[in-house]
Structures are given as structure tokens and as C-alpha cells.
């Protein structure tokens, strides 16, 4: 089976840096994906690792280690309107992504 | 490019209702899926398409049906409506995907808005 773990909620203040850790144990591995969520809306993409290592993309960064089965995703000077959920998804090889539950993060003043 | 377009926006059915729910992507993108969302359990797959008059099983295919005459249209069609799958449905598409052999590069997931249903 598939299984995706992340952290259920998480809080951070404006301004801070804050991480995002998501561990998975899937039976393919084609990559992973970031995506975040706005409450009552559709998830819109962040950022995608294949290879071990760290991608950065604005405020935004992600890392990837294939043979810990980990990755993170690192978002740096927190907005009001980074308040949202992360959600971690693996591409197993059939072309599904298959998602982990979701991290709420809630950016406080 | 309108993307990824789902319809109705909200539902409501009684239970043993049938219903479809449409999907149309102008992106000309391969693949196509529906995903529901309930609290707690992030998103999962209902079934999938790999292109036009092919479709598979996701994790949780029971009581639902799909079809794929054309790249554009996804329609995902509840048989006989029941409480269980009152949830938010997401359609997703993606484009033709390089080996990861080859790229660093894969094509992710573009979401239509969702459609939130409500079965009584």
C-alpha cells in the first residue's frame, strides 16, 4: 500500500520561517509534489523533487531525500496569506498521485 | 485556456439519486481524475484516465462510474446516491510526462474548482 504522513496542523508567526516535513513509504516513487490549498478552494502546485536535494522557487523552497523516503517543504517570511493547507503527494508510477492528509498551517500576527 | 472545468459548483441529492458530474479540460491533456476530499483524509482517488477510452480504478472507485470518449470531457456519474459519499469532488488533469530519467521536469496536476455535494 501507499502510506503519506505529515503533520496535522501547525502554527507560525508572521515573518518567521516555518518547515514542513512529509514522510512516505509508496510501492513507486516518480516523484513528489507540493501543492497548497486555500480553505473552500482547489489545490494549486508549489514545487516538484525527483532528484535528492533542495529546489528553491521564491519564498518557497523543497527537499527531497529518495533513501530516507523525506522530503520538506520550507517557506520562508511568512505572510497572513500563507495561512493554508500543504499537502504532500507522491507520483507512484501510474501517473495517480496519491496525497498525504494535508498540514493546516495557521501564520498568526 | 479556461483550464480545468467542473460542474455543478454544489449539490444536493437525496439518497438513491443518480447524478453526473462533468469534467472538461481544453489543456489537451492525457490524463484525467476524480478525486473526493473529506476532513481528515486528504484527497483521494476515485478512478483515472490515461486517454481517450481508457480508464482504471483509483483507491476508492465503489458506487461511482466514469467514461472517456474524448480528451476533453471526464464525466464522473454516482449510481445510487448515499450518504457516504457526501464530500468535495476534484477533477485533475495532467500533460504528457517525460521519463524522470530523462528530465527533472514532470507535468503536475491541474485542479478544477470542485464540486461540493451533499447527500440526505
Known amino acids: 500500500g501507499q502510506n503519506i504522513d505529515q503533520p496535522t496542523e501547525m502554527t507560525a508567526t508572521e515573518g518567521a520561517i516555518v518547515q514542513i516535513n512529509c514522510t512516505y513509504q509508496?510501492?513507486?516513487?516518480?516523484?513528489l509534489f507540493w501543492y497548497q490549498q486555500h480553505a473552500g478552494e482547489a489545490p494549486t502546485f508549489l514545487s516538484y523533487?525527483?532528484?535528492?536535494g533542495l529546489e528553491e522557487k521564491g519564498r518557497f523552497s523543497s527537499f527531497l531525500s529518495r533513501s530516507k523516503g523525506y522530503s520538506y517543504l520550507l517557506l520562508k517570511e511568512l505572510q497572513m496569506k500563507d495561512s493554508a493547507s500543504y499537502l504532500c503527494?507522491?507520483?507512484?508510477?501510474?501517473?495517480?498521485?496519491?496525497f498525504g492528509s494535508g498540514t493546516r498551517l495557521q501564520v498568526q500576527p | 485556456n479556461a483550464g480545468v472545468t467542473q460542474t455543478p459548483k454544489f449539490q444536493v441529492l437525496k439518497t438513491g439519486q443518480s447524478m453526473t458530474l462533468q469534467c472538461a479540460q481544453d489543456?489537451?491533456?492525457?490524463?484525467m481524475s476524480w478525486y473526493r476530499q473529506d476532513p481528515g483524509m486528504g484527497l483521494r482517488l476515485i478512478h483515472y484516465?490515461?486517454?481517450?477510452?481508457?480508464?482504471d480504478q483509483g483507491e476508492v472507485p465503489n458506487g461511482y462510474n466514469v467514461s472517456r470518449s474524448t480528451t476533453e470531457d471526464f464525466p464522473l456519474r454516482l449510481l445510487s446516491a448515499a450518504p457516504s459519499q457526501t464530500s468535495v469532488y476534484f477533477c485533475?488533469?495532467?500533460?504528457?510526462?517525460?521519463?524522470?530519467?530523462?528530465?527533472?521536469?514532470?507535468?503536475?496536476?491541474?485542479f478544477g474548482n470542485g464540486t461540493r455535494l451533499t447527500v440526505t
Open positions: 503527494a507522491v507520483d507512484t508510477g501510474r501517473r495517480a498521485l496519491t
Open positions: 523533487n525527483v532528484l535528492d
Open positions: 484516465s490515461v486517454g481517450a477510452g481508457i480508464t
Open positions: 509508496t510501492s513507486g516513487f516518480n516523484g
Open positions: 485533475a488533469s495532467r500533460g504528457a510526462n517525460p521519463s524522470a530519467a530523462q528530465s527533472s521536469y514532470n507535468s503536475p496536476l491541474h
Open positions: 489543456m489537451n491533456h492525457e490524463y
